[in-house]
């Protein structure tokens, strides 16, 4: 018979294991072991140092911890339809991963007269001013994601004075108090050559990329946010969420 602990931290490998928990999901807090497991603390904690000590997980202060990247290559899988994912914003999903994240913005200005976007064959208009954001996102030294943002600075006044690195939906709803209806997301595929104008990941070689165009809309259908991302694909796997729907 192995420690409690072993069973315990050996149960909630096996579920990182098979998928059931992603990098960067939480796993199970002290608490919620001692309770899940009727155990002492001292052994939900050692539960969770066992984890951490074997590399399949990282202890975050103040936050929790959270299963790290072991996939083949590093690929990074994000969920489309997951609203707790866009919440917990890049920034952080990358930390929770494992990765060192940093922000290279390229442009950041104000457009007076506003923008429009067609995703889904929807076409979403955002009046003016309008923040526009272009940054390029590092997981440590590497290029993997080209965004460009343009937020509505008639719903959000001053979110120009930001740092980029935030979670924008939190500060949505948070800091301005939108209540969020929907976030609308299609997602396309293109081949970026070497050298072209769509290439600022510096690379050697043609790369597949996914294209992600989404709009996030609040519940009176004003557009918060829309914005149009090039991921790259040798880098990244899509998941897709999908919650059913009951009425009474």
Known sequence: MKPKFQSISSEI???IKSGELQPGDKIPSENDLIKNYKVSNTTARKSLLEIE????ARRIKGKGTFVLNRTVGHHLIRTLGSINATRRGFHESLIAEGFEPHNVVLEKTVLDDGISSEIGGKHFIMDGPVLKIHQLRYAD??????????????????INRMPTEISYFKV??????????????????????PGSELDNFDLSAATPMFILDSAVICTDGEVVEIERSFYRGD???????ANPDYHD
């Open 13 to 15: 490998i096996e579920r």
């Open 235 to 241: 880098k990244y796997k899509f998941a897709i969420s």
């Open 53 to 56: 000590n074997q590399g399949w």
């Open 141 to 158: 030294d590497e290029i993997i994601k080209d965004e460009i943002k343009y937020i509505s600075l008639a719903l959000c006044p001053k």
């Open 172 to 193: 949505y709803e948070n800091t301005y108090h939108l209540r969020i209806d929907e976030v609308k997301q299609t997602l396309s595929t293109e081949i970026v050559q």
